[in-house]
T-cell receptor, first 114, second 114 residues
Framework: EPEVTQTPSHQVTQMGQEVILRCVPI?????FYWYRQILGQKVEFLVS????????KSEIFDDQFSVERPDGSNFTLKIRSTKLEDSAMYFC????????????FGNGTRLTVT | RKEVEQDPGPFNVPEGATVAFNCTYS??????FFWYRQDCRKEPKLLMS???SGNEDGRFTAQLNRASQYISLLIRDSKLSDSATYLC???????????????FGAGTRLAVHP
């Protein structure tokens, strides 16, 4: 069964550094998402991406965050200057279409900011 | 009112028990409903979609009441392997630019013991 893949599985970085989290969505899916989950808390929506542009973003997704789909397969999340509170599990997800389709999640990247 | 609200849990039940989870959602325009399962420090995985007429998948039964904006999940004959957090997931309601944001409840933890 096709799956969403994310790399790396764990990223440790120092406060103020830039990080790029990478994802390869399922190949025939059209909608792409980033969610995050701080340890012990709920899964929170960050951003959705369709047709090479952001469709919607949450208030968490401020100017420090950006997404890109540079080559038609990879979907990346960049955090420009990480803060301690960015430490979380970041999940990439993709969806085939908007007609009652579920989200398919990758295994996640655990980001630790020290 | 929270967008998606679930029983706080945890539910501690013996093997073989029947357990029911409830969920309410605030956006009457929501059209897609799902139950996901999340194991500790893993990604959410789709358990089942929820249809208006109710649906069953083996030991799992999901119901939707649009008038009350209420979703339920019933697990019969609980197994040890059912121990996980169960997430109620609802789409944000309405479509614009092709997005279909899914919103997660905080989850209800289930612990099945021998």
């Amino acid at each position: 069964e096709p799956e969403v893949t994310q790399t790396p599985s764990h990223q440790v970085t120092q406060m103020g550094q830039e990080v790029i989290l990478r994802c390869v969505p399922i190949s025939n899916h059209l909608y792409f998402y980033w969610y995050r989950q701080i340890l012990g808390q709920k899964v929170e929506f960050l951003v959705s991406f369709y047709n090479n542009e952001i469709s919607e973003k949450s208030e968490i997704f401020d100017d420090q965050f950006s997404v890109e789909r540079p080559d038609g397969s990879n979907f990346t999340l960049k955090i420009r200057s990480t803060k301690l509170e960015d430490s979380a599990m970041y999940f990439c997800a993709s969806m085939m279409d908007r007609n009652n389709s579920p989200l398919h999640f990758g295994n996640g990247t655990r980001l630790t900011v020290t | 009112r929270k967008e998606v609200e679930q029983d706080p849990g945890p539910f501690n039940v013996p093997e073989g028990a029947t357990v029911a989870f409830n969920c309410t959602y605030s956006n009457s325009a929501s059209q897609s409903f799902f139950w996901y399962r999340q194991d500790c420090r893993k990604e959410p995985k789709l358990l089942m979609s929820v249809y208006s007429s109710g649906n069953e998948d083996g030991r799992f039964t999901a119901q939707l009441n649009r008038a009350s904006q209420y979703i339920s999940l019933l697990i019969r004959d609980s197994k040890l392997s059912d121990s996980a957090t169960y997430l109620c997931v609802v789409n944000g309601g309405g479509f614009s630019g092709g997005y279909n944001k899914l919103i997660f409840g905080a989850g209800t933890r289930l612990a099945v013991h021998p």
